[in-house]
């Protein structure tokens, strides 16, 4: 069994503050629930305030990037060893709007990826299809070419941590999900590369999320598919009631 694995991404929100008084409403509302890992990825400015709020939960605290060098010239960006001596446990890697806004590519997120194996961070790897490509019934070659490129030179060894979520662009913050049937279908892809890639022992155990529009409303139908190992959140996720409800689907 892969145990579920629901994680918030805050993208640009919140002060140290509001982190502070998310956490004070939250953490009461998941007290005591072990069914599934929770973790909630925010920006660097309220990592530490995520830290210290969720000290003694069962709750961790992810960061949503990090660079592939341990230290350097590299203005504006988090190495693997900051996130380390904060305390962070996850890092997203690869979202969609690192891709769409910050000319992330394929390579660099093999980079940042290998990076954060290396360093023992859980890294939530994305990939995901636009709208053009999902038209085209180019989904899955989209998919499998992301796959090939992040995951190169990576041995299934040293990826036991690595998690994957399908996040199809043309779903996030527009108010579209995949349905749980196309949302699983996409899956099975992502875990047939991986077997190619890793072997399918490694495969039958990889964690792989869905994240596009996820709410408490289709939580419950997403979570159903035997191929949807969990949830990454995005807007969702800014308001504890809403998140703890789709924590407890």
Same mark, same amino acid.
């Given at each position: 069994?892969?145990?579920?694995?629901?994680? $918030?991404?805050?993208?640009?929100?919140?002060?140290?503050?509001?982190?502070?008084?998310?956490?004070?409403?939250?953490?009461?509302?998941? !007290?005591?629930?072990?069914?599934?890992?929770?973790?909630?990825?925010?920006?660097?400015?309220?990592?530490? $305030?995520?830290?210290?709020?969720?000290?003694?939960?069962?709750? $961790?605290?992810?960061?949503?990037?990090?660079?592939?060098?341990?230290?350097?010239?590299?203005?504006?960006?988090?190495?693997?060893?900051?996130?380390?001596?904060?305390?962070?446990?996850?890092?997203?890697?690869?979202?969609?709007?690192?891709?769409?806004?910050?000319?992330?590519?394929?390579?660099?997120?093999?980079?940042?990826?290998?990076?954060?194996?290396?360093?023992?961070?859980?890294?939530?790897?994305?990939?995901?299809?636009?709208?053009?490509?999902?038209?085209?019934?180019?989904?899955?070659?989209?998919?499998?070419?992301?796959?090939?490129?992040?995951?190169?030179?990576?041995?299934?060894?040293?990826?036991?941590?690595?998690?994957?979520?399908?996040?199809?662009?043309?779903?996030?913050?527009?108010?579209?999900?995949?349905?749980?049937?196309?949302?699983?279908?996409?899956?099975?892809?992502?875990?047939?590369?991986?077997?190619?890639?890793?072997?399918?022992?490694?495969?039958?155990?990889?964690?792989?999320?869905?994240?596009?529009?996820?709410?408490?409303?289709?939580?419950?139908?997403?979570?159903?598919?035997?191929?949807?190992?969990?949830?990454?959140?995005?807007?969702?996720?800014?308001?504890?009631?809403?998140?703890? !409800?789709?924590?407890?689907?």
């Amino acid at each position: 069994m892969r145990k579920k694995l629901i994680a $918030a991404n805050w993208k640009m929100y919140k002060t140290p503050d509001q982190t502070r008084e998310f956490f004070r409403e939250f953490l009461p509302m998941v !007290a005591g629930h072990d069914r599934d890992e929770i973790v909630v990825c925010a920006p660097d400015i309220d990592l530490a $305030a995520g830290l210290e709020s969720a000290r003694g939960s069962k709750v $961790a605290i992810g960061a949503q990037n990090v660079h592939w060098k341990n230290e350097g010239a590299f203005t504006g960006e988090t190495s693997t060893a900051m996130l380390l001596a904060l305390g962070v446990t996850h890092v997203v890697i690869g979202h969609s709007e690192r891709r769409q806004y910050f000319c992330e590519t394929d390579d660099t997120v093999n980079m940042r990826l290998k990076a954060a194996l290396e360093a023992g961070l859980t890294p939530i790897c994305c990939v995901g299809e636009v709208l053009e490509e999902r038209e085209a019934g180019a989904t899955d070659d989209v998919l499998r070419r992301q796959c090939v490129r992040a995951f190169h030179a990576l041995s299934a060894r040293k990826s036991e941590k690595l998690v994957v979520a399908y996040e199809p662009v043309w779903a996030i913050g527009t108010g579209k999900t995949a349905t749980p049937e196309i949302a699983a279908e996409a899956h099975m892809v992502i875990r047939r590369e991986a077997g190619e890639i890793f072997g399918d022992e490694f495969a039958a155990r990889l964690r792989i999320l869905y994240g596009g529009s996820v709410k408490p409303e289709n939580a419950s139908a997403l979570m159903a598919q035997e191929e949807i190992d969990g949830a990454l959140v995005g807007g969702a996720s800014l308001d504890p009631k809403s998140f703890a !409800a789709i924590v407890k689907y």
